[in-house]
């Protein structure tokens, strides 16, 4: 008995190689791109069995001169070597020799001249600071007996040499002692805006930011040994956990604002203070003023020439910053984090009002709050916000975030929004990097580009009438189709990132990634999971792209190598086209496997509507016709009566086949969207796996069996790819005004 094979099934199951293209292995594994599974990383993405991580304890006595602006100050270091090596020397940071004559950012830079230039840009190109002498002036570096231990400074880079090799399982004890005079934060070049002070004219004080301030450890891993590559301003920093115990001593009538927790609020607090700042641990609903404006503003006018010596702890935190200020207005809410309960801060100036007294605290908790449910519950007891005029900068709980009102205290809806969106990124750079503590200075994707991901849900969720600016996947089109030659994979240096690009790349990029893997690539629920289980594996410790990557597949049972690859290892840009449809109808009529050369009633595949080129451009021309071929049954031996022909033929003879090439422009493999209107004014969204690019990257055929008539198709309908160009995307096709069209329209 001669069994039917449709055409249209095997249309169906496979992909048509449509054209010769070079093959470029984009869904191969990455095995070799990553490295090696060992006892201290796994397979899986999880640390190893014998994971280890270095640890850096400090005990800092600072004073901050409101005069001079310097900052003096001395440390015991308690340095723990958990690794299996023995160490004849060490390595500290000292960030602020970026700022010093002759440093290593200012000798790499590259400007130009024009015939005319402000004295602004001169500054910023040249490195011109004026009076201002930076950089650390290193008073000694000393063992716990006292002697003085030889060291060398190599730009931002200090090396001490140890008089007896640091053993595997033993403690280090040194001190160091330092000064440096502070930066003006608005005037000096991008490399030094982190930390510094702001100056108000109008009252004559300051506010300062002091950030990056003392020598502190380097990183020593498994995964590189010591971290060595200097600071250039670009790429931040890679740290290590330890506790800190911190007295600062400022003048008498400052606020001071810092990561940890206040030890002696009895010594710096008024009675009043201190019954205000322990009603707010217990307020939930809304912030607690501990120091009004009116105060602030009395304090403006006076300069106290006594100091207070304020005293902070903090446990398992890989850096320490505080802020100073006699102008700061104080207001502080309980926030309930899983089983604990943290305080959100903010601290600011009178020029902050009245935007930040509304709004700031209220977007700490927000943000603590949104980012647990994606990743850890925030383990730390504050999380504060201060207010200075110009960027963002991060800390282990307390960051630093422009946004200000004009001085009437008026403020359009787009600077609430870029106040807001500020504080919910610094504000979550608790979690990358301060908690799951990536190396900042090498891959900086991995804490600006997961922070912003979260920033997006986080703002999303909170304020749904907000602009997103970061995220979506149109977002993103303007840079992905700009200049190559600029561009560059996520998985480079964060310091040879071209500067123009660095916010597009590192933060907008990779969070578009995310949230394209996400909404597109695996949906909610298995992404959610597999994010969650990466923060928890590594919440504390210092992981790696490597780690993640292998995470979110061990995690979700999902290969996503070819997402990598395309996202994170190379600057190819999504562009798929809708290159040509073919509309096919089943006839009815019976066939003959040995007349099948032959013209019969039905006859074999043929074209309806007429020949050239007009079939292809819409669906005017009707529905091409094929047939049944009848199959001999002798290639089918036993399994034949496994075919049910009438039924298959019953099932589709009514439906119309729609033959489909897409083509990959872009080189970035991903899912295909298809919107599909028919002819009754109905639609339906189809989505198509990545993977029907195995075959061929750059090309794929493939038929869809529609009970409807087709009318209209449409790749991307919802701009879920990033496509940077949407015209070929539309079948038929959309005539589209040239340039000279449109000149020509304006000039009417």
């Known amino acids: 008995m001669n069994r039917i094979i449709l055409f249209v099934l095997l249309l169906m199951g496979q992909l048509a190689l449509a054209q010769e293209t070079n093959w470029q292995g984009k869904f191969e594994q990455l095995d070799q791109a990553l490295p090696t599974p060992n006892e201290y990383r796994s397979g899986s993405g999880a640390p190893g069995p014998k994971y280890w991580q270095q640890q850096a304890d400090y005990e800092i006595d600072v004073e901050l001169n409101d005069v001079t602006h310097e900052v003096t100050g001395s440390e015991k270091i308690t340095y723990h070597n958990n690794s299996p090596d023995v160490l004849k020397y ?3 940071q000292l960030d602020q020799n970026i700022l010093a004559d002759g440093n290593l950012t200012d000798q790499i830079k590259t400007n130009s001249l024009k015939d005319s230039i402000l004295t602004s840009q001169i500054q910023q190109n040249l490195d011109v600071y004026g009076s201002y002498v930076g ?8 063992d716990a007996g006292g002697k003085e231990l030889t060291y060398t400074i190599n730009h931002t880079m200090m090396r001490v040499d140890l008089p007896q090799p640091l053993k595997p399982g033993e403690r280090l004890n040194f001190s160091v002692a330092w000064s440096y005079f502070v930066s003006n934060r608005l005037n000096e070049s991008e490399a030094g805006r982190r930390g510094g002070m702001e100056y108000f004219p109008e009252d004559d004080n300051y506010l300062y930011c002091i950030t990056h301030w003392f020598p502190r450890m380097c990183v020593y891993d498994d995964y590189l040994g010591w971290q060595n590559k200097q600071f250039l301003g670009q790429g931040e920093f890679t740290l290590n956990f330890g506790n800190y115990k911190v007295r600062i001593t400022v003048p008498a009538d400052h606020i001071v604002a810092a990561t940890g927790v206040l030890q ?58 505080f802020s100073s200020s006699r102008k700061f207005i104080w207001d502080a809410q309980a926030v309930k984090i899983g089983n604990g309960i943290t305080l959100a801060m903010s601290y600011y100036p009178k020029e902050g009002n009245p935007l930040w007294e509304k709004e700031s605290t209220k977007a700490v908790k927000n943000t603590i ?24 900068m991060e800390y282990p709980m307390i960051c630093f975030n422009g946004g200000r009102p004009n001085k009437d205290g008026t403020f359009s809806d787009d600077k609430k929004w870029a106040m807001i969106g500020v504080i919910i990124h610094e504000v979550g750079h608790n979690f990358f990097p301060m908690i799951i503590n990536s190396d900042e200075r090498q ?67 990779c969070a578009t990634a995310l949230n394209i893997l996400r909404e597109t690539v695996m949906g909610p629920e298995l992404f959610d999971r597999a994010f969650k289980e990466y923060a928890q594996r590594w919440a504390f410790k210092h992981p790696k792209p490597a780690d993640f990557f292998r995470t979110m597949e061990d995690a979700s049972a999902v290969d ?3 997402f990598w690859k395309g996202w994170f290892y190379s600057t190819d840009n999504c562009d798929q086209s809708i290159d040509k449809v073919k509309w096919y109808t089943m006839r009815k009529e019976q066939t003959d496997v040995e007349n099948k050369n032959k013209t019969v009633k039905k006859g074999d595949l043929a074209s309806a509507g007429g020949s050239g080129d007009k079939k292809n ?50 080189g970035l493999l991903m899912p295909v969207i298809i919107e599909w209107t028919y002819k009754d004014g109905s639609k339906e969204i189809e989505r198509i796996p990545a993977e029907i690019w195995r075959a061929n990257e750059s090309m794929a055929t493939k038929v869809f069996a529609k009970d409807k008539e087709v009318v209209n198709i449409v790749l991307d309908p919802l701009k879920e790819t990033s496509d940077i160009n949407t015209q070929d995307n539309v079948f038929p096709k959309v005539a589209h005004p040239s340039k000279f069209d449109e000149l020509k329209k304006k000039g009417n």
Not at 650 to 658: A, G, P, R, S
């Open 90 to 92: 060490i390595w500290l």
């Open 135 to 142: 950089g650390y002036k290193i008073r000694f570096v000393k």
């Open 264 to 321: 002696n609020p009895q010594q710096v607090l008024t009675s009043e203070q201190q019954t205000l700042f322990e009603k707010a641990k217990s307020s939930f609903d809304a912030p607690v003023i501990i120091v009004n404006q009116q105060e602030a503003a009395r304090k403006e006018k006076t300069r106290s020439t006594d100091k207070k010596t304020w005293e902070y702890h903090a446990n398992n935190v890989r850096d320490f910053a």
């Open 369 to 392: 709050t949104t980012y647990s449910k994606y990743t850890i519950d925030y383990p730390y007891p504050v999380a504060i916000s201060v207010h200075t005029a110009s960027i963002g």
């Open 443 to 509: 891959w900086a994707w991995q804490d600006e580009g997961f922070d912003t991901f979260v920033q997006y849900r986080t703002q999303v969720e909170n304020y749904p009438t907000m602009p997103q600016r970061r995220g979506p996947a149109d977002k993103i089109v303007p840079y992905m189709k700009g200049d190559k030659s600029i561009q560059r994979p996520l998985m480079v240096s964060a310091d040879n990132v071209v500067s123009s690009n660095y916010g597009a790349e590192q933060y907008s990029k």
């Open 560 to 562: 996503l190598d070819w």
């Open 617 to 666: 451009e819409d669906f005017s021309g009707g529905p091409q016709p094929f047939s049944v071929i009848p199959t001999d049954a002798r290639l089918y031996q036993e399994f034949q009566n496994k075919v049910d022909d009438k039924g298959i033929i019953t099932k589709l003879e009514n439906k119309n086949f729609y033959e489909v090439t897409l083509t990959n422009k872009g």
